[in-house]
């Protein structure tokens, strides 16, 4: 099968390549999927799974890509709950081989039932975004209508459905961007927008959550914004500053089948809209994933046709 693999972790994201893999074959509560579209987060490539197994051990060449839409192909011994031919989506496993290829191997329990009438395109763009987005809010921010939160990067894949989600659970959402990014944070459902670059954001009183998916200065800088008993929630790195009188907290997105399928009945609904900027074939998905030309929106890779 093509595959899009990674071999040196020096290289970063210049080191992806395309090449032929034998295909992969379903373990026990596994299922093998023909991807049908596939999303990539650049951050992939700085994390431990994408380089080794659960052992240690090195297990390049690696193909990477953890949001996958596609059919099942194989089912593994002991499978339930998942049939040959059914339309799916969900997380592939961190530390085995992702979804840029055209099959993958997936544990059944990170997958959920795709509508017949929602897109392979926008599923793919989904499930890391998408679960991200819910668990900061409301598994661990416990966020309820009536509170006001503060996104950082509301225009982007993940930010952009905490702003769909928060507003319309009842609260008051304030996003951050760019400039440009203004009218697209607005039309998703933020009551305000905040310029990180132009505007004096500090300034802009406290809050009872704050969800930060930059990390760095910004994460830094957001602690003082966390009014007593609000929490800063990251998904970037552990916190070095936290809130005087609340709490901080960092996390790494966990599968969840029956949130997916809520998630994939909102984007059929049409009450979630995912961003996604461009879709090209598995054949330019180097180019595509290594350009430095910025696409607003989600790059989602085409494997196979709907």
Do not use: C
Not at 51 to 60: H, K, L, V
Not at 278 to 300: N, S, Y
């Amino acid at each position: 099968m093509r595959a899009i693999t990674v071999r040196d972790r020096k290289a970063g994201i210049t080191g992806l390549s395309l090449e032929e893999l034998a295909p992969p074959h379903a373990a026990e509560n596994d299922v093998v999927l023909r991807v049908h579209a596939a999303g990539f987060t650049r951050g992939e490539l700085d994390w431990p799974a994408t380089w080794t197994d659960r052992a240690g051990r090195d297990r390049t060449p690696s193909v990477p890509g953890h949001e996958v839409s596609g059919v099942v192909t194989e089912l593994g011994y002991g499978t339930t709950g998942l049939t040959i031919g059914q339309r799916v989506f969900g997380l592939t496993d961190w530390t085995r081989d992702g979804a840029l290829a055209e099959y993958v191997a997936v544990e059944a329990r990170n997958l959920a039932p795709l509508p017949a009438d929602v897109n392979h395109t926008p599923a793919a763009a989904l499930p890391v975004s998408g679960l991200t987005a819910w668990q900061a809010l409301f598994d661990h921010a416990r966020l309820t209508a009536g509170q006001t939160v503060l996104i950082h990067g509301a225009a982007g894949g993940v930010g952009s459905i905490a702003v769909q989600l928060a507003h319309e659970a009842g609260a008051r959402v304030i996003g951050t961007g760019r400039s440009a990014d203004r009218d697209t944070v607005l039309d998703l459902g933020a009551h305000a927008f905040l310029d990180l670059d132009g505007d004096r954001w500090e300034e802009t009183g406290q809050v009872d959550v704050v969800f930060d998916v930059i990390g760095g200065e910004i994460l830094d800088r957001s602690a003082a914004l966390v009014r007593a008993g609000g929490i800063l929630v990251t998904i970037a790195h552990p916190p070095t500053v936290r809130p005087e009188d609340g709490r901080a907290l960092f996390f790494v997105v966990e599968p969840d089948r029956d949130r997916l399928g809520d998630l994939a009945r909102r984007l059929r609904d049409g009450r979630l809209r995912v961003r996604v900027g461009a879709v090209r074939p598995l054949a330019e998905a180097v180019d595509a994933l290594t350009t430095k030309q910025r696409v607003p929106g989600r790059t989602i890779i085409r494997v196979a046709e709907d």
